[in-house]
């Protein structure tokens, strides 16, 4: 089943310890869509700026994501400079030009209209909302969000917590939605807010889920995906779009949504995640095999798992 | 099979957000010894003062811990005194007064030596090279250490990573060990130096033991263990020692060292640690079950185990 996914497009000046990298293709729904894109038919919405080419478009479409829903804006697209120090789990942004993305309207392509999943990358609620509502008969709604909504945007964040089924965070940012120190009290709070399961990722340390009592079948406990010990994060940008869009992928390409299919949508996130950061921007994820994806599953399940 | 553990007796005065307890029984080898007494025989090395009462002792040998070992000076037990805020995670130490452990000399009574397991708490590195080599025919040797011996002892330190088998330490403690902020490159680089496994952990995301090449049979792929999500933790203090007495206690209760026996040794160490921090000092274990610590490793099992 297909996914639509909104969010940003952009271009992203990298610098880590492992290198420098210049205006490379980047953004929430460009990571979150080559990802998806292994599991599911995607569908992208988002908006760019007359720099970017057809040749751009072609790495999404390479990997057959539709791209309808791309639109064309007078301007620049949007812009992103960021360093990581040792920390790598730490980024500093140097330089953000919303440039064409800072009067986002999301459009839906009527074609896009049918499909049953969507994700809601991170943009003003009142947007993701907007597009919530646009598609009343989804099954199952992912979303994300970030510390600049949280702290002044709280009464459009409650609308769209509403509205999600999934909501995908790091520690941080649940941590302050709640307003508690405690990670497991925090997702409680946050659960009582809308979502009927809670992703929270702790960069190297894996993700956990937690869900809401009596929503999915075969229990509520808390469910936790390692993270691969890497000795090289060469770029950590996009690692946590790239999880949801393994996670998010995996779901749409079950026929249900059980609290099993969850499990292994975590664990798919975990890997996708773990790919895109092994090179810089999106190159990892525009050349993967299923192959690649399932030995590496399987190395995941090695990891944690008792004979 | 029977484990000797060498570290300090103490008393705590703690503070945290549920609340204070005033002068009761810790140190690291009391909450080591309590933990690894649900699997198997346990013998403590220490030294306590005149204010150590036989009261404080039969905590111990009511869970049937062996207290020869344990030497009466004259003068007052190592007293710590420390508090946690929000961040449970991180410890304000108001007070330690080594006392009678400034001048701990580890002597082992002779039905000690035949003992298969050795663990080395958190002391002077000088000490545990001493009693590790007083012991040259045991199976296996664990062993802790902290920020304070890395930095100013290193030398004496090398000598002693030399001398044990897994090394037991903290996130901090790995990658100041190895000068390197990279968690799985400092395990690398700590195994370089002698432990043949090295247990890194991640307070509430769990721990990892890295393992050298080729030292145990099964494979030298990383494992993680998660921890359990508590909502209240009402007392981190000796969380790390429950660990390591539930890892090995487990190790020493199996009669062979294998990957596999590491693997589920992992999982009954976040057990015992999970447990040491549901109760103020080492109240929780002192009362725990078989029944009640083999129902919580159901419980970690289906934290992480996908179907």
Known sequence: MSIVVVGSVAFDSLKTPYGVRERVLGGAATYFSLSASYFTEVRVVGVV????????????????????????????????????????????????????????????????????????????PVL????????????????????????????????????????????????????????????????????KALVIKHGEYGATIFFRDGQFAGGHHPFRAPALPLEEVRDPTGA????????????????????????????????MGSFSVERFGTERLQSLSREEIDERFGMFRELTHLD
Do not use: C
């Not at 064309?72 to 790598?88: I, M, P, Q």
């Not at 998010?248 to 099993?260: F, H, K, P």
């Open 49 to 124: 700026g007359d720099d970017f080419t057809p040749e751009h478009e072609a790495v999404m479409k390479k990997r057959g994501v539709d791209t309808r829903g791309i639109q064309h804006a007078d301007g620049k697209t949007f812009f992103w400079k960021g360093e990581y120090g040792e920390n790598v789990n730490e980024a500093k942004t140097l330089q953000t030009d919303l440039n064409v993305f800072g009067s986002f309207q999301p459009q839906l392509p009527a074609e896009y209209l049918n499909s049953d999943f969507l994700f809601l990358a991170n943009i003003d």
């Open 240 to 271: 946590g779009d790239s999880f949801a869009g393994g996670f998010m992928g995996y779901i749409a390409s079950q026929g249900e949504v059980t609290r099993n299919v969850l499990k292994h949508a975590m664990f798919y996130g975990s890997v």
């Open 128 to 195: 993701q909302t907007q597009v919530r509502d646009s598609m009343p008969d989804v099954k199952l709604v992912g979303g994300d969000t970030m510390n600049y909504w949280i702290k002044d945007h709280r009464a459009n964040l409650g609308d769209m917590l509403k509205r999600v089924d999934v909501l995908l965070i790091n520690d941080t940012e649940a941590k302050m939605l709640a307003d508690d120190n405690s990670l497991p009290r925090a997702a409680r709070k946050v659960l009582e807010r809308g979502p």
